[in-house]
T-cell receptor, first 114, second 109 residues
Framework: DAGVTQSPTHLIKTRGQHVTLRCSPI?????VSWYQQVLGQGPQFIFQ???????GRGNFPDRFSARQFPNYSSELNVNALLLGDSALYLC?????????????FGPGTRLLVL | GQQVMQIPQYQHVQEGEDFTTYCNSS?????IQWYKQRPGGHPVFLIQ?????EVKKQKRLTFQFGEAKKNSSLHITATQTTDVGTYFC?????????FGSGTKLNVKP
């Protein structure tokens, strides 16, 4: 079975641009969470979606948005990119949205903002 | 703000030595999870602790959840070079998930 997949693997953007990152969860998983991991730090929670609805939101500005599709895949959008948005963006899938669910992470998208 | 604090930030050990990382929270946790991230990789789930005072073992790894459910530890006995990576604790609260800052383990052969 395929694990969590993310695309693209790497991305270079300039300040002010917009970016869309994509995630496909493990088959049968209905929840997707997005994290930002800056070099040397732990993952920071951005969003959680379950059954196409937002179930949790971290402390990120409104420039960050996401959505989940009927097939449970998800997109993370970031507008008006800043240099500080450079990070590894991780997607994690789980069976449901509970706090005790095991999260399975994808390989991530490395975003560099110049 | 940071919900879970993790120490130490770095640990360098000689192969065969033991290693421990600690995770602390100011609030009572319903559960805690541990993840390992190899250099250049993504976090991989290791284990979840739910019960007060719970102890779980995975080969050379021992995980503990404090009696008050506010702290946890991961202990590795006789480290090997394959243990290299960053170990994170993580907890869920109010539909958000909080990861510790991680402990980066380096093992010298």
């Amino acid at each position: 079975d395929a694990g969590v997949t993310q695309s693209p693997t790497h991305l270079i953007k300039t300040r002010g641009q917009h970016v869309t990152l994509r995630c496909s969860p493990i088959s049968g998983h209905k929840s997707v969470s997005w994290y930002q991991q800056v070099l040397g730090q732990g993952p920071q929670f951005i969003f959680q979606y379950y059954e196409k609805e937002e179930r949790g939101r971290g402390n990120f500005p409104d420039r960050f948005s996401a959505r989940q599709f009927p097939n449970y895949s998800s997109e993370l959008n970031v507008n008006a990119l800043l240099l500080g948005d450079s990070a590894l963006y991780l997607c994690a899938s789980s069976l449901s949205s509970g706090r005790k669910e095991t999260q399975y992470f994808g390989p991530g998208t490395r975003l560099l903002v110049l | 703000g940071q919900q879970v604090m993790q120490i130490p930030q770095y640990q360098h050990v000689q192969e065969g030595e033991d290693f421990t990382t600690y995770c602390n929270s100011s609030t009572t946790l319903s559960n805690i999870q541990w993840y390992k991230q190899r250099p250049g990789g993504h976090p991989v789930f290791l284990i979840q602790l739910v019960k007060s005072g719970e102890v779980k073992k995975q080969k050379r790894l021992t995980f503990q959840f404090g009696e008050a459910k506010k702290n946890s530890s991961l202990h590795i006995t006789a480290t090997q070079t394959t243990d290299v990576g960053t170990y994170f604790c993580a907890a869920g609260r109010f539909n958000k998930f909080y990861f510790g800052s991680g402990t980066k383990l380096n093992v010298k052969p």
